[in-house]
């Protein structure tokens, strides 16, 4: 009979961790630090494309695109169209889904009423990619548990879908 004999390496091995103080970094700082990262990027010739879902994360992320924009433009730099992505599933809850159309009509005048160039794009599943659509017509069974096919088929694909769409409007602007 062969035995194995395994032995406990970590245990074996003495070492120290060293840390290093913490540095809280001001809000102030932070949003600045942002936005000079944001404006390098449109420098450098980089086109933007914002997703925003209407949450907290992406609201945030579309006002610093924003804020570095109007900033350039404040400082006559000439600045590319930002693109503001969002997908509409169609099976939101309808306060949520009355939010988001609002925010996008807000979104959208701010645009026009600032001289930001801002286009938006809403994405929404075909029916020939709907989750709901194949599940009752007998092409899909039900996701439960992990499975992420209904994400996929109804928010993942439809943005794809529009991301392809924004390449080539900004590859025919040129």
Request: a positive charge; glycine letters at 6%; proline letters at 3%.
């Amino acid at each position: 009979m062969n035995l194995i004999h395994t032995t406990n390496v970590t245990a074996d091995l003495a070492y120290e961790v060293q840390t290093q103080p913490s540095v809280e970094i001001p809000l102030q700082d932070k949003i600045r630090i942002s936005l000079d990262a944001i404006k390098q990027q449109a420098l450098s010739g980089k086109k933007f494309v914002v997703s925003w879902s209407g949450g907290k994360d992406s609201t945030v992320t579309l006002n610093l695109a924003i804020t570095a924009i109007r900033e350039l433009k404040k400082e006559g730099v000439i600045v590319p169209t930002l693109h503001i992505i969002h997908s509409d599933t169609g099976v939101e809850n309808p306060v949520v889904a009355a939010y988001n159309r609002q925010q996008i009509q807000r979104i959208r005048s701010y645009g026009k009423r600032s001289g930001v160039s801002l286009k938006v794009w809403v994405c929404s599943p075909n029916l020939s990619n709907d989750y709901l659509v194949a599940l009752i017509g007998g092409r899909t069974i039900m996701s439960v548990g992990s499975s992420t096919k209904c994400q996929q088929m109804m928010k993942a694909s439809a943005l794809t879908q529009g991301k392809r769409r924004i390449k080539q409007y900004i590859a025919d602007a040129k």
